[in-house]
DNA sequence: TGCTAAGCGAGACGGTACGTCCCGTCTTAAT
DNA sequence: ATTAAGACGGGACGTACCGTCTCGCTTAGCA
């Protein structure tokens, strides 16, 4: 009862499906969510919208939570995790990865679409696996890296420290009137980096040499 | 459209309202919200098992929304900031307020609720002051009396730091599976003083010392 | 499953009726049934066109067939059987009333209608008694009177008559491509009473006198 | 969009239609039609039960209409005109004939298949010529041999008393929980050759006499 | 024998209409 | 004037079935 995605058509025989409905689907989806919010979008107002029927969106998705998770998705643009070799700079873009991609997103759609999936456990992990994995994931290498490096701390717990990095974020990106802004970002990781660190110091001194020969770089090339 | 809640009633004739249907009200939402979740509210739902009719529902609060808040509202013990002197203990007992007042609602509820209230107004600011701000003012005071005490480094974002505890209580409480445990607590407000504090040793000596005047004081009356 | 009319509310409590819904469901029904036959009525076109919701219709009545005999059941003016003193002239009276009811019907519609009141006891017997009783009721009054003054042979199957009646009425209502016209009626009342009646020139001289007497009062009070 | 009957195929190349598809689909419809009257049938239930696929019915058939009409038509014993030489012996076996015809198949399934056909006009002929022209030509040639025998009055309105035969056989055929019985129909052809024929004791003499001929030719074979 | 065209079963398609649920409102009668 | 009762008007639901289409294969008849 939740995914029937529209790529999991693999079938051999019968017509095959109408790919612009699905497409449609989701751009009146979006529509939807932005102009009057999540409450606004059902399966009715998209079908009318897009120019077509319910039984054709029920053909792809189950139902409306599934329809708004599909279009977030289509939305949100899953960040590479960066790799500068500098741990200060790989979180701090990471920080702005994120919430360039949840940007795009009005915060209240995202509890409400999460309020929903919360209740059907696929539904939920597809939610997860789809908003929030890329996220964290892109985090996790940073830090993963930044261990491997002998930039943190031994005794640091990295789970952790993954959740104090993305809450931030969703809080904002749920909650918040609007989304964190790029100073306060650059804040925060000081505050956790200074707290996990092995040596910020060496970090902040490593995150401007490089800086500098970025520079250098973007001098000598321009 | 919000609120019109029961203690707004000042009319001065006709026929009083039955107090009692109020609180009937709360607690069959109450009920309802730990038993099936935030979707299974309903005016419906709610009446059917307050024993009385919908009308009355709809008399005293302007729908579900509404309704769900202010039973989410009467269930939170609003914590009162401690104040032992001890900025890492204070901070702690902070944590575990919010984690022992959260943990009395389900995780989702949280989510859906706050996704139904975000597009109203006047709810949204009752969700943020019911829900919200009890947690954030009393880690804010505990914040403020650290950096009255000279605990926190001057150029620290005050802020900031409220949200990153805020956040991560929020993140779970409404995202996770489970809410945060006391040891994640304790871990991460190492990570935050280690990054706030001007002197995070100190801080914790002083805290061991608390522990033990406290360890010394429970045994001797014990 | 079948009648739920509007006229049977007779609830002493709640919100009454909207009666005006009823009367333009009944309306868009026989417009519909008239411009694009019984098989463009459906409850969701009847909906739209009188400007409501499909459950507003479903409250009254039980579905198409149930909303279409309504409709046709408003349409039709049930006559009063005629009694002129005159065998010859009340059944040729009795002709023309049917045939105005039926006018004012589309042949296709009473045989779609019946189709598909058939399957169902309840509609079937509805169809009869509003449809086809009244039809043959006046007929039926028609001929008793005329038994009471002995001018039918006193062997004549009364019922079969009637049937004979009444099946070629609707056997052009609803087969045929148009009415039966006032002529066919006329030669047809003589070949069944010439069978049936006792002494059918005593009838004919009758009716002329009664025709001429009719001329007189006319040409007196006109 | 009404026919397409499975005769038609007169393509010169590719793979010709599998004449055993057509057969099994009007049996099945037959079966179905019989079992569970005109409204369950439905092109998916008689591919189906035909073990075949809807697109190959509708490769055959315009659609429900069309293959009922088809079924109902292979059904129908067009019976040839009798011709005894005795008018009101002809009649009643003319009456006999339709009877019988008719009685296969089920009264409700005439009217709800003409109804569907009504709004077709070529449909709507097919059913005329097939179901309906028979019986009206049998009867016509009956009375058009009465006519040249000099049995009928002349100034008899010979199509007139067509449908009054054949609305009565029709009446009861489409409206009726039974078909006319024999004894009716006897009853109604004295009612009509009353009225209609020269000299009815005439012909009721002749019958007679035929009778005993017939007797007679019976007893004497048997 | 190989090509071609139309047949075939299978099955999903797009869409209409269905009959139902539940919402938030309104009316009535009674307290 | 407010209560409990309960029906109201209506938005949206999820489904059934319609008639169509596309597929991959089969099957004749023409070359």
């Not at 999540?38 to 029920?58: D, K, L, Q, W």
Request: charged fraction near 25%; include cysteine; proline fraction near 4%.
């Amino acid at each position: 009862m939740a995914q029937r995605a529209p790529e999991e058509q693999d079938k051999t025989s019968g017509r095959p499906r109408d790919r612009s409905i699905g497409e449609a689907a989701i751009s009146a989806t979006l529509e939807i969510l932005e102009t009057d919010g999540y409450f606004a979008v059902s399966v009715e107002a998209v079908a009318r919208r897009a120019g077509t029927s319910r039984p054709a969106i029920y053909r792809r998705w189950s139902g409306r939570a599934s329809l708004a998770l599909a279009a977030v998705a289509a939305r949100l643009d899953v960040p590479d995790s960066p790799d500068t070799g500098c741990t200060l700079c790989d979180l701090g873009d990471s920080f702005a990865l994120f919430l360039a991609a949840y940007r795009t997103i009005r915060p209240d759609a995202l509890s409400a679409l999460y309020a929903e999936c919360a209740s059907d456990p696929d539904l939920r992990e597809r939610y997860l696996d789809t908003v929030v994995a890329p996220v964290r994931c892109a985090v996790a290498q940073t830090l993963d890296r930044a261990v491997a490096r002998g930039d943190l701390r031994p005794e640091t717990d990295r789970g952790l420290l993954l959740d104090m990095v993305g809450s931030l974020v969703y809080y904002r990106a749920m909650l918040g009137q609007e989304h964190l802004s790029n100073d306060e970002a650059v804040h925060a990781i000081r505050i956790l980096l200074q707290g996990a660190a092995r040596d910020y110091g060496a970090l902040l001194a490593h995150s401007e040499a490089m800086e500098h020969a970025h520079l250098h770089a973007s001098t000598e090339s321009g």
